[in-house]
């Protein structure tokens, strides 16, 4: 009986935490729709003459860079919800390649708030973006 529990348990953890690994993918993969829309604001505000011409490269740059991690950690949920991997060895793996440091044990709603700032940073990205766009024309 105790060990029908504990498995019980474990079963309905690894449900959970698949639920919200594959959550957070499908949300993740939004981005590429805000990848587009960088683009096009990009291209509409190309004028190397406007005042606000390197903070858009700049800007552009490290949306960019937002993007890849998005689209990286996108893949990485994607494979935890179908159970591919598990945390540890994805730490573990991340840990060999030098793509992480050393943080200790992190549950996955501390890796899906992590994947979420990231998002939510191409968000704030995008929308000043879209002010230097207005405040150029």
């Given at each position: 009986s105790l060990a029908k529990n504990a498995?019980?348990?474990?079963?309905t953890f690894k449900e959970i935490m698949s639920a919200q690994a594959r959550l957070t993918s499908h949300l993740l993969a939004t981005a590429r729709y805000i990848g587009v829309?960088?683009?096009v604001v990009f291209a509409?505000?190309?004028?190397?003459?406007?005042?606000?011409?390197?903070?858009?490269?700049?800007?552009c740059a490290?949306?960019?860079?937002?993007?890849?991690?998005?689209?990286f950690d996108q893949m990485l949920f994607s494979d935890l919800a179908h159970q591919h991997i598990t945390t540890e060895?994805?730490?573990?793996a991340l840990g060999v390649l030098k793509l992480k440091m050393p943080q200790g044990d992190r549950n996955i709603a501390e890796r899906v708030q992590?994947?979420?700032r990231l998002w939510k940073y191409v968000l704030y990205g995008t929308g000043i973006q879209l002010l230097l766009l207005f405040l150029a024309s």
């Open positions: 498995i019980k348990t474990d079963r829309l960088n683009l509409l505000s190309f004028r190397p003459d406007s005042g606000f011409f390197c903070l858009q490269i700049l800007l490290a949306l960019l860079y937002l993007h890849i991690r998005i689209y060895e994805l730490d573990k992590g994947a979420l």
